[in-house]
């Protein structure tokens, strides 16, 4: 199973991009980046995904670097209520379902 | 987007009571539900992957006799913790896939959250 790398903590200034980088040189090839976040005492929430290219949404952007080994996260504007704990997963085949193995996450504070 | 619902959001329990958490993909077929647990400021740890009509499949570590799982059907599975003590206080969380989204996403319920006293 490829296994991601996070910082465990960064802050960032309210209004501020907040990037958030994870490395996973061992994923592969058919294996995708997944990015959730959770608030305190809540279920994880779905944020972004992506295989190769880069991806945007309404909440976020997606960054993976040619050779896939690692990623960036960015939330263009951040607010207070964005401070939670990121992770980045790499999806994992398993029976024909994807489990997702979490690692230690980012814990990102938003200050004022 | 699509919710996935648990039931308690919390409970307290007597040691040896064994206690009943429910996870209902409420609208959407959920083929498979994952469930996890995380203690104080750890990350979610999987358990089990449960498919619906079958058994689970337990990850090392988790004793299957403790933690019974049941998916009975494509919106519902349930978590048994049997015997409950207090180091089964934790937060348990399920997920659920739908059927056919690969790779879609996946949906988190909102926690379980379990006391033992």
């Known amino acids: 199973d490829a296994k991601t790398t996070q910082p465990p903590s960064m802050d960032c200034a309210e209004g501020r991009a907040a990037n958030l980088p994870c490395n996973h040189s061992?994923?592969?090839?058919?294996?995708?980046v997944y990015w959730y976040r959770q608030i305190h005492s809540q279920g994880p929430q779905y944020i972004i995904h992506?295989?190769?290219n880069n991806e945007t949404n309404e909440m976020a952007s997606l960054i993976i670097t040619e050779d896939r080994k690692s990623s960036t996260l960015i939330l263009p504007h951040a607010t207070l209520r964005d401070t939670a704990v990121y992770y980045c997963?790499?999806?994992?085949?398993?029976?024909?379902?994807?489990?997702?193995?979490f690692g230690q996450g980012t814990r990102l504070t938003i200050n004022p | 987007g699509a919710v996935v619902s648990q039931h308690p959001s919390w409970v307290i329990c007597k040691s040896g009571t064994s206690v009943k958490i429910e996870c209902r993909s409420l609208?959407?077929?959920?083929?498979?539900m994952f469930w996890y647990r995380q203690f104080p400021k750890q990350s979610l740890m999987l358990m089990a992957t449960?498919?619906?009509?079958?058994?689970?499949?337990?990850e090392q570590g988790v004793e299957k006799d403790k933690f019974l799982i049941n998916h009975a059907s494509l919106t519902l599975s349930t978590l048994t913790v049997t015997s409950a003590h207090p180091e089964d206080s934790s937060f348990y969380i399920c997920?659920?896939?739908?059927?056919?989204?690969?790779?879609?996403?996946?949906?988190f319920g909102e926690g379980s959250r379990l006391t033992v006293l």
């Open positions: 997963i790499v999806r994992i085949l398993f029976q024909g379902a994807q489990k997702l193995v």
């Open positions: 997920s659920a896939v739908a059927g056919g989204s690969y790779p879609g996403e996946l949906f």
């Open positions: 609208d959407f077929q959920a083929t498979t």
């Open positions: 061992t994923i592969s090839g058919n294996e995708y």
């Open positions: 992506g295989l190769k």
């Open positions: 449960s498919n619906e009509g079958s058994k689970a499949t337990y």
